[in-house]
């Protein structure tokens, strides 16, 4: 694309899975800059409809809705074409279902993103695309050791402790998960090589905040918090020693309009996205740290390790960093207090709307 077309106000930004957790707050983003922004979403994920009907309140005819499949090329295909670039955060997120259903995961997850991707390429403009992937590319990381130290597992490799897993970490896949979301991580990057096209990858590691609605399966840190507030038992596969990095997606918001400023000079790259070192915990820390906000005894229960499942994962973000002079401003405490905050305020609006919706 032309840098005169990428700056045209009428072409929207499309956020392919815009209705999701990242997806909303992404297009609320881009919305209250004033930017229009063409959501496609099939709508199929629990909560997402209450992410469209907020971001509609809030922008009104700056937000254009398309309810498409991004299964369904031929449907798909000339809406992404009007747009300036994609974004492309539409994805099935648990591996648990891929291993129920690993056909419906390599449908969405590799043909999905195969199909924007040719959207973007047969388009008469270079439009960028830039791909929402997962640590779990890297697969289970058996050759990372590590030892138990108090409530979490830490690495017995000194640079892997300090900085955690960059870019130059072989690729992995395991699950069918892993294999469709890393397949298809390769592909983006590759159109960049054989086409030319400005694409670039986030391989992101655990992100949370407000307008996640999150399950046993996606989403742990709200699922946490949801369960504590509504005296759910919550749990945990393996000794909850496990550690993640995490980021509020306000950050992750940061970093993704970041890659598409400087799209130009980052096409054909990946990069690790998360809270790095100083945002990691373990699920037993974040339990009691929950425990201290809600003023609750948390119900807990302990079930064998997950398939594939990494007893420590820290994205070192150093090269996303050195590259758009991005970096983490919420630290993970500040980030937990403020998605409780927002879940307790949510769930008192919705009450409020079904007491209302009676009267």
Same mark, same amino acid.
């Given at each position: ?42 709508? *199929? ?41 994609? #974004? ?42 830039? #791909? ?25 490799? *000194? ?64 699922? #946490? ?41 980052? *096409? ?15 699920? =037993? ?15 807990? =229960? ?9 007893? #420590? ?47």
């Amino acid at each position: 694309m032309s840098p005169g077309a990428r700056n045209r106000r009428d072409a929207p930004v499309a956020i392919v899975g815009g209705s999701g957790f990242i997806g909303s707050n992404l297009a609320d983003s881009f919305l209250s800059d004033g930017e229009p922004v063409l959501v496609i979403d099939n709508l *199929s994920r629990p909560g997402v409809q209450q992410n469209l009907e907020w971001l509609a309140q809030k922008h009104g005819g700056r937000l254009t809705v398309e309810t498409i499949d991004v299964r369904d090329a031929s449907a798909l295909g000339p809406v992404l074409m009007r747009s300036r670039a994609i #974004f492309h955060l539409a994805a099935q997120t648990a591996v648990t279902t891929s291993l129920v259903r690993p056909d419906e995961d390599f449908d969405i997850n590799l043909r999905g993103t195969f199909n924007v991707l040719e959207a973007a390429r047969l388009s008469a403009e270079r439009v960028p695309v830039i #791909f929402a992937s997962t640590n779990k590319v890297y697969g289970s990381l058996p050759d990372i050791t590590v030892r138990k130290d108090g409530d979490r597992y830490i690495p017995c490799d *000194s640079v892997v402790r300090a900085s955690g897993i960059d870019e130059t970490r072989g690729l992995d896949f395991c699950t069918p998960y892993g294999c469709s979301k890393g397949a298809a991580d390769q592909y983006v990057l590759d159109y960049a090589k054989s086409y030319g096209m400005p694409t670039a990858v986030l391989r992101m590691s655990c992100i949370y905040g407000p307008r996640q609605f999150g399950t046993e399966d996606q989403g742990w840190v709200a699922h #946490f918090l949801l369960s504590a507030l509504t005296g759910r038992q919550i749990t945990i596969y393996g000794d909850g020693r496990q550690v993640r990095d995490i980021l509020h997606v306000h950050d992750a918001v940061a970093a993704y309009r970041a890659v598409l400023d400087r799209i130009e000079t980052v *096409s054909g790259e990946a990069f690790n996205l998360g809270g790095g070192p100083e945002n990691a915990l373990s699920l =037993r820390m974040l339990l009691n740290e929950i425990g201290g906000l809600t003023g609750r005894e948390l119900s807990i =229960r302990h079930d064998g390790e997950r398939t594939g499942d990494q007893p #420590f994962f820290v994205a070192d973000t150093r090269k996303i960093e050195a590259a758009l002079g991005w970096k983490a401003k919420v630290t993970w405490r500040q980030g937990v207090r403020d998605l409780a905050d927002w879940l307790q305020r949510h769930r008192l609006e919705r009450r409020a709307e079904a007491v209302r919706y009676v009267a």
